[in-house]
C-alpha cells in the first residue's frame, strides 16, 4: 500500500507541474498578445492559464483519491 500512495503522490506532482507549465506557457501568449496588440492571441493566453489552473486543481484534488479505489 506504501507503493501505492508513492505512486499517486509523484503522478498528483506530475500533473501539477504539467498545469503549471500550460499556465505558463498561456501567460508567454497573454504578454505576446499585448506587445502585438492581438487579441486572439491573448484570448488563447488566457484560455491557457485558465486550463492550467484547472489541472493544477485536479492535480491537488482528484489525482490523490485513487487511493481510495485500492483500500484493501
Known amino acids: 500500500m506504501e507503493f501505492l500512495n508513492t505512486v499517486v503522490s509523484y503522478a ?3 500533473v501539477m ?3 503549471a507549465g500550460v499556465a505558463i506557457s498561456g501567460l508567454i501568449n ?3 498578445g499585448k506587445a502585438q496588440h492581438n487579441a ?3 484570448d488563447e493566453g ?3 492559464i485558465v486550463g492550467g489552473g484547472a489541472i493544477i486543481v485536479i492535480g491537488a484534488l482528484l489525482v490523490p483519491q485513487i487511493t481510495t479505489l485500492f483500500k484493501v
Open 30 to 32: 497573454m504578454s505576446e
Open 40 to 42: 486572439g492571441k491573448q
Open 12 to 14: 498528483s506532482m506530475a
Open 46 to 48: 488566457m484560455s491557457k
Open 17 to 19: 507541474v504539467l498545469g
